[in-house]
């Protein structure tokens, strides 16, 4: 298990002692050019978004067999495609004759995945199943010597908690089951209480934001701006007791004491509970960056994903779900589903403007001078720490290209 230190505030919350070790404010420990600059973006696709896992969209989006989703990870363009098997299985979206985008539309099939140039054809797992003419005989019947060989590229991917994960840079598939049960398994480990399998959507709303994706994931881990921003959530002291979170370097965040649903629990109608969830546990809010692009929010009676694609410097497309638990998609509990998405969307929105500002101000030359606060930006430090890790340190993706 990864070690992090906390410091007991006098209040007896949490704080991480993580990057930041003086007493004083301290220096972003990334370059504002890295939020800003195509040649930063690239760096961070190749060595963060193209290697490791990431997350990729929802299960939901292929529900049923047939359904073929087309999605973009790390720039490449992906197929999420639902087996007749009732796998999920994700495929490079490129036909393995000429190479074109098999489809950019949801799409559902019968059996097969047409390609619509010399119609190749491809089977729900990917496999090559016709190939017109392709000896160029006249019956239109013969195929290459090995058509194995050319099936749809897999791409290693696991089904977690409602959503697609993917890791481009695996290749040998049974690996990639065991390294990402690694990647998950502290926070795996933490939720045990809830059965995944029971969750279903609520809603889900797409949120095309012109803001660097790091700008985002810092803004989800800043509990800073909870009573500035979002005064509706709670008071300042739930903001001033979050305990922060560490559970393993890629999965940080915090647990903040009180949710904003959390008088709408109480009521008659109330949602269902997420599973057997212990005592303690039914007044706080569990929050979680899975690094570096699935933002979750776990409460007693709801989950919500927001994940994204980090599409170009200065845009980041975030795909925001909440969930219930089956019991609660009846027509009984839709007044309640209804207010929680008001609630949930609307703070989402309250950020909008504020991470949009936040990308105008890594252009001024001043941003190389913004500060990191000990007792509130641990978490975000570490985040920023990780980054600069893997990006090969402060001056990766500096824009000598
Ligand atoms: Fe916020």
Not at 89 to 116: D, I, Y
Not at 182 to 196: E, G, M, T, Y
Not at 270 to 283: Q, S, W
Request: aromatic share 10%; with cysteine.
């Amino acid at each position: 298990m990864h070690e992090v230190d906390f410091r007991i505030t006098s209040t007896g919350n949490r704080v991480a002692t993580g990057p930041l070790t003086s007493d004083s404010s301290q220096r972003a420990l990334i370059p504002a050019r890295a939020y800003t600059t195509a040649a930063a973006h690239e760096v961070e696709r190749e060595r963060i978004f193209a290697a490791g896992w990431v997350w990729a969209g929802y299960a939901h989006w292929v529900a049923e067999t047939g359904q073929v989703k087309p999605i973009t990870v790390a720039g490449r363009p992906l197929l999420m495609i639902r087996g007749e098997d009732d796998e999920l299985r994700v495929f490079h979206n490129s036909c393995r004759h000429r190479g074109m985008a098999l489809t950019e539309e949801p799409v559902r099939v019968k059996r097969r995945l047409q390609c619509a140039y010399h119609c190749w054809s491809y089977d729900l797992d990917g496999s090559l199943a016709v190939t017109p003419y392709f000896q160029r005989e006249r019956q239109g019947r013969g195929g290459p010597a090995d058509p194995r060989a050319l099936g749809l590229l897999p791409v290693a991917s696991r089904v977690w908690a409602g959503m697609v994960f993917v890791d481009l840079g695996e290749r040998d598939m049974d690996a990639a089951t065991a390294s990402f049960d690694r990647f998950v398994a502290p926070l795996a480990q933490r939720w045990s209480h809830i059965d995944f399998d029971r969750i279903r959507l609520a809603d889900e709303r797409v949120f095309d934001i012109a803001a660097n994706w790091k700008l985002v994931v810092e803004n989800f881990l800043d509990f800073y701006h909870l009573p500035f921003i979002h005064p509706q959530v709670g008071p300042v002291n739930s903001s001033l007791d979050v305990d922060d979170e560490a559970l393993a370097p890629e999965i940080i965040g915090g647990c903040y004491p009180r949710g904003a649903t959390g008088k709408a629990a109480k009521t008659s109608d109330a949602l269902p509970f997420l599973g057997a969830v212990p005592p303690e546990k039914t007044e706080s809010q569990d929050i979680f960056c899975v690094f570096p692009n699935a933002l979750l929010f776990l409460e007693a009676d709801w989950f919500q994903v927001i994940g994204f694609d980090a599409v170009s410097a200065d845009r980041t497309v975030e795909h925001m779900a909440i969930f219930v638990d089956q019991d609660g998609t009846s027509e009984d509990h839709s007044v309640n589903r209804k207010r929680l998405a008001e609630v949930l969307f609307g703070v989402n929105e309250q950020d909008l403007p504020i991470l949009e500002k936040l990308q105008a101000g890594r252009h001024s030359p001043a941003s190389d001078r913004t500060s990191l606060v000990p007792h509130w930006d641990q978490v975000t430090a570490m985040f920023q720490q990780l980054v600069a890790d893997r990006v090969g340190g402060p001056n990766a993706g500096d824009s000598r290209a």
